[in-house]
């Protein structure tokens, strides 16, 4: 560790997360969920989505707007349409999970929509808490504005994660993916400590590349793999508007839950067991010279959980500085 960070037991960062979240006004509950979300996220290696997450909650726009108590717009024996009040998406897309589980072990198969909620936070916490029951479950998200198309030197398309997990003998299997080369969250992280993003990430506010965390932030990221990152970013926003986005920068949140039992079309134990297999075949594929180990989609996260359950979790002094500071507004 360099002397700007410094090293938490995972104890000590969740008691600091609540104490932060309730300094600006979160209830016990509601503080205890969205600090479960960023520790996850902290534990899993992404530190940009951890305890700094905090710190973009209390400066977004949307944060000092009033907020309401969630309510379902629609709801079908398979299908819940949820207005998430203007709550900050980890708190109503929590809720939402916990309804998509509820239906889909009720009826086989659900699909829950979100609006009206902003910053979800990693789409694979929400999709392994799903499959962590057994089910298949996909997530979408389309958010405001930030990404380029190819060609293009302003932002029209979010960052627009997608995430898919399926249950396997040997626990859930999680991809979470963003649609664009740079996750603005990690922009807002890279402004905070005053460091500079990769190459070939960003554009300027005049179009031209930048790395200035700054300068992107007025100008545009890019899509990641050109037109087939583009294409999927579209996707996840059109499906953000069956969710009940608007059309509008300020509206255009929408997320959306599909899952599903395997037993609707198999044997669930044996859907699970040849996951397993499948996945062991992959990582006993021959490797290269000077590869130890072929990695399947989730697995650095989840070895990183393991290990900060036993070394902590670090964090740079300045956002535990700034966190210090939330937590003492609870007087």
Not at 5 to 33: F, T, W
Not at 39 to 48: F, R, S
Not at 264 to 293: C, M, N
Request: glycine content about 10%; aromatic content about 6%; charged content about 20%.
């Amino acid at each position: 560790m360099t002397l700007g960070r410094l090293r938490l037991s995972v104890a000590d960062a969740r008691d600091l997360a609540e104490g932060a979240l309730r300094g600006i006004g979160y209830h016990n509950d509601e503080a205890r969920i969205i600090a479960d979300h960023v520790i996850d996220a902290a534990m899993c290696g992404y530190e940009y989505s951890g305890l700094a997450k905090i710190l973009n909650v209390f400066e977004s726009k949307h944060f000092r707007l009033p907020r309401r108590s969630m309510k379902v717009l629609r709801e079908t024996e398979v299908s819940l349409a949820f207005d998430g009040g203007n709550n900050v998406g980890m708190l109503a897309l929590f809720h939402a999970a916990q309804a998509t589980i509820k239906k889909t072990a009720a009826h086989g198969i659900a699909l829950v929509s979100v609006t009206d909620a902003w910053m979800s936070g990693r789409g694979a916490y929400y999709v392994e808490m799903i499959a962590k029951h057994g089910l298949v479950a996909i997530h979408t998200a389309a958010s405001s504005p930030l990404v380029a198309p190819p060609g293009g030197i302003r932002p029209v398309l979010g960052t627009n994660p997608i995430a898919i997990a399926v249950p396997s003998s040997r626990g859930p299997i999680v991809l979470d993916m963003g649609t664009s080369a740079y996750m603005m969250t990690e922009v807002m992280l890279r402004e905070r400590l005053g460091e500079l993003l990769p190459e070939g990430v960003a554009l300027g506010p005049g179009g031209e590349p930048t790395r200035d965390p700054t300068a992107a932030r007025r100008g545009a990221l890019l899509p990641f793999g050109g037109y087939k990152g583009f294409g999927l970013a579209l996707m996840m926003q059109a499906l953000g508007l069956l969710a009940g986005s608007g059309s509008d920068a300020e509206s255009e949140y929408g997320f959306l839950f599909v899952a599903f039992r395997p037993d609707l079309i198999g044997s669930a134990d044996t859907f699970e067991q040849r996951v397993t297999e499948l996945i062991e075949r992959i990582k006993a594929t021959p490797r290269r010279p000077g590869v130890d180990d072929i990695r399947i989609p989730c697995e650095r996260a989840f070895h990183s959980r393991e290990r900060a359950l036993h070394e902590g979790l670090e964090i740079d002094r300045v956002v535990f500085d700034a966190l210090v500071a939330l937590r003492a507004r609870q007087g």
